[in-house]
């Protein structure tokens, strides 16, 4: 059984920063491109940045919203991946999602993902 875990989310200020984290069990970690998405209050979930199964290509980020602000890294041997994101803004309040995207490689469409996490609570506000 696949497990998917994010944590790292919470509150944070404008211009704050967190790094999310997402802890994977039940797959072969190496063969799968992960990916974060993030769904905002009534918007639908979009894709923020993804790195594909062997950290050949990294996409850091598919959305110009958070074009520069995000780092995203794996680490094959601990089943982990991670998403940092500095400055943040009002508007990147939302869920936050990791995903494992079939064929090891990177997508932006959410449908090319097999397994997702739970999602972590991120809100940025004063």
Known sequence: QVEMVASGGGLVQPGGSLTLSCKVDGLYFADYGMGWFRQAPGKEREALSC???????????????????????RDNAKYFL?????????????????????????????????????????????
């Open 51 to 73: 790195i594909d199964y062997r950290s050949r290509r990294t996409t850091m980020s598919y959305s110009a919203s958070v074009n520069g602000r995000i780092t995203v890294s």
């Open 82 to 126: 991670a998403l940092q994101m500095t400055n943040l803004r009002l508007e990147d309040t939302g869920t936050y999602y990791c995903a494992a995207a079939r064929g090891g490689y990177c997508s932006e469409s959410s449908a090319d993902y097999e397994f997702w996490g739970q999602g972590t609570q991120v809100t940025v506000s004063s």
